[in-house]
């Protein structure tokens, strides 16, 4: 997709698979001219750990630049926040404490989206996707057990408790990939649009 659309971002928890591209979409909207104002929610410590980030990859442009359009942060939790045009909560989920994991919950236009993060099972989950159009979940492996992610298996186990419309998976090891035919809930492709 085309950067400059990007109106909000919004993290589930600290790794940096997650929000390590944030950095250089800063940059990269810097030089493109961006005006419009970018709108970031996530853990509480995702400002710090992106001034960290920016330090580390590019200190001649983040120390020195100052970006000429509006960013904007905010914590998010289970009250739900505007983020850009999307109303936002967040809910803690099990994975790696320090990473500060969280399912999230995007109404837009009437429709709900929701997110686990990177989670192994638990019920947080049945929460975090209650009544979606939409939920985007991760199966890291298809039968291995693994104490921080979700299996394939384990999700098929639970998918009566969940009370979404729709599944996706994402977050697919190789593992994973090897059995995709065998699946029947729907795997994320990159660059995958979804009209709901
Ligand atoms: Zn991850
Ligand atoms: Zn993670």
Redesign the pocket.
């Given at each position: 997709m085309d950067p400059a659309t990007i109106q909000a971002i919004a993290i589930s928890h600290l790794?940096g698979?997650?929000f390590g591209g944030i950095p250089y979409l800063l940059m990269e909207q810097y030089f493109a001219g961006r005006t419009a104002p970018l709108a970031i929610g996530g853990p509480r410590e995702l400002q710090q750990r992106l001034a960290r980030a920016g330090d580390a990859l590019y200190p001649d442009f983040f120390r020195k630049t100052a970006l000429d359009y509006p960013v904007s942060f905010v914590t998010l939790g289970e009250t739900p926040v505007m983020l850009g045009a999307a109303e936002v909560s967040a809910h803690p989920v099990t994975h790696v404490a320090e990473s500060d994991p969280h399912g999230l919950r995007v109404k837009v236009e009437g429709k709900l989206i929701a997110y686990s993060g990177?989670a192994r099972w638990s019920d947080e989950l049945v929460t975090v996707a209650q009544g979606a159009d939409l939920f985007i979940c991760e199966s890291t492996s298809f039968a291995k057990p693994d104490p921080a992610h979700l299996s394939y298996k384990e999700l098929i186990a639970n998918r009566a408790k969940l009370d979404c419309r729709r599944i996706i998976l994402t977050?697919l090891g190789q593992e994973a990939l090897a059995h995709v035919a065998e699946m029947e809930l729907e795997p994320a492709q990159d660059g995958m649009l979804v009209t709901l």
């Open positions: 790794h698979d997650h990177d977050h």
